[in-house]
């Protein structure tokens, strides 16, 4: 069994930020950013005790069309994989159809890449033709938080076709540690993604400014059959509400684009103009050219018909 979480964080220092990624579990994940804090600054941080509540029932789908998918895997449970015990116990029944097209991402400059790619380049991706199950914990969730989230999970939905569905509200606190399969939690199935918000004080990986962190879970029988199953990320709610309150919402926006996009699968890249820069030196409120044909890519992934 081959797995391994990627965590990305997102410093700010002074007007500007960075990103970063580092691997944080698994067996033969490799660091891929290496953290590196940029300052002594730190984000503000103000407790709410108030919970902020998620009424909003949404589902997020990409477009109405269906497509088959082409490449279709039929596997047995991996070898070492522990089934109703670090796995689900029966694999699910697989599906064929992709449940969303990505838009046709624009020409132009600005490139992209991906935390993990097979040996033939195909980057590890989501199952298109699944729905990712999203958890929210809307503890310190900043006014105007659960607007901004959901209009960047339709970004990545719309650019990836990818089809989010809202598994409702959670109390599970993040951690770099994460279980991906909590049955006690969530029943025999992965985990859903789990979206935080936090503060330095619970996330220690928040200090020192980094306003998010976010990875996908990857799972396979080997490389070539890796796919991610669920994920994580984790914003940083104190520091967000400021910029909210400040009216820097682009900002606050580009964080979560980021983050999703980390999410799903892509890295950073060299690019100031693309939202996966790894500093923030603009606002960048949407996606752009490359991570637009990145997060296509990954949209347009294998599906599988084992776990
Ligand atoms: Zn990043």
């Known amino acids: ?33 290496p953290m590196t804090p940029l300052d002594e600054g730190r984000a503000a941080v103000r407790n709410r005790s108030a919970r902020t509540g998620f009424l909003l029932t949404w589902l997020v789908v990409a477009a ?87 209009a960047a999970l339709s970004e990545v939905s719309a650019a990836t076709g990818l089809q989010f569905l809202d598994d409702g509200t959670t109390d599970e606190a993040p951690g770099s540690d994460r279980e991906p399969y909590q049955p006690e939690r969530y029943g025999d199935r992965w985990a859903p993604v789990l979206i935080t918000w936090s503060t330095t004080a619970e996330s220690p990986d928040l200090a020192g400014g980094v306003l998010g962190r976010a990875g996908p879970y990857a799972f396979g029988s080997d490389e070539d059959h890796l796919r991610f199953v669920t994920g994580s990320a984790v914003f940083n709610g104190p520091a967000l509400d400021t910029q909210l309150r400040q009216g820097e919402d682009d900002k606050a926006k580009a964080v979560l684009l980021h983050e999703l996009g980390h999410l799903v699968g892509l890295g950073h890249v060299a690019d100031p103009y693309q939202v996966m820069f790894d500093t923030n030196a603009y606002p960048l409120p949407s996606y752009r050219a490359g991570d637009l044909r990145g997060l296509e890519t990954l949209g347009l992934g294998r599906c599988f018909e084992d776990y």
Not at 80 to 99: E, H
Not at 113 to 121: E, K, M, P, Q, V
């Open 64 to 150: 109405a069309s269906v497509t088959g998918c082409a490449d279709l895997r039929s596997l047995a449970a991996p070898p070492g994989a522990r089934p109703g015990v670090d796995v689900p116990s029966q694999s699910a029944v697989g599906s064929s159809m992709r449940l969303g097209t990505p838009e046709l991402a624009p020409g132009g400059q600005g490139g992209y890449t991906f935390l993990r790619s097979r040996a033939d380049g195909s980057p590890v991706a989501f199952d298109p033709c699944r729905p990712v199950h999203v958890v929210v914990r809307p503890d310190q969730e900043p006014a105007g938080g659960r607007k901004l989230l959901l």
């Open 1 to 33: 069994m081959v797995s391994n979480t990627i965590q990305c964080g997102f410093e700010s220092h002074s007007g500007h930020s960075k990103y970063s990624c580092h691997s944080v579990h698994g067996s033969s994940g490799g660091s891929l950013v």
